[in-house]
């Protein structure tokens, strides 16, 4: 199974691609700093196969080399986000209150 994770940046995206069919995103909405994570989906045929966790972090990645803050506004990123320590210092301060994150 060979997997891709593309940024989408015509619809605010992230893709990922297994054998070059979308099994999944996670949409987003940028300001100047931050990128929101606010919707993210994962075909039913490709449940529990660690896909949702491979575009999680291929986007959070992406996004943290991009320079954005990360804002886990989405269940599954914000779960992602509290499972992987080492995100936590990419969510703005201001916003680990609002959601709960460790400080």
């Not at 989408?8 to 691609?17: D, K, P, Q, W």
């Not at 320079?67 to 992987?84: A, N, Q, S």
Request: a negative charge; one cysteine or more.
């Amino acid at each position: 199974m060979s997997t891709e994770v593309r940024n989408n940046t015509a619809l605010e995206r992230f893709e990922i691609y297994v054998d070059g069919d979308i099994a999944g995103y996670a949409e987003y909405q940028d300001t100047a700093s931050e990128r929101g994570f606010v919707h993210t989906e994962v075909y039913s045929m490709y449940e529990g196969k660690g896909i949702g966790r491979d575009l999680v972090r291929s986007a959070l990645d992406s996004s943290r080399a991009e320079g954005y803050g990360i804002l886990p506004l989405c269940p599954r990123v914000k779960h992602f986000v509290e499972t992987h320590g080492e995100y936590v210092a990419s969510v703005p301060h201001w916003a680990r209150e609002r959601l709960g994150l460790p400080q």
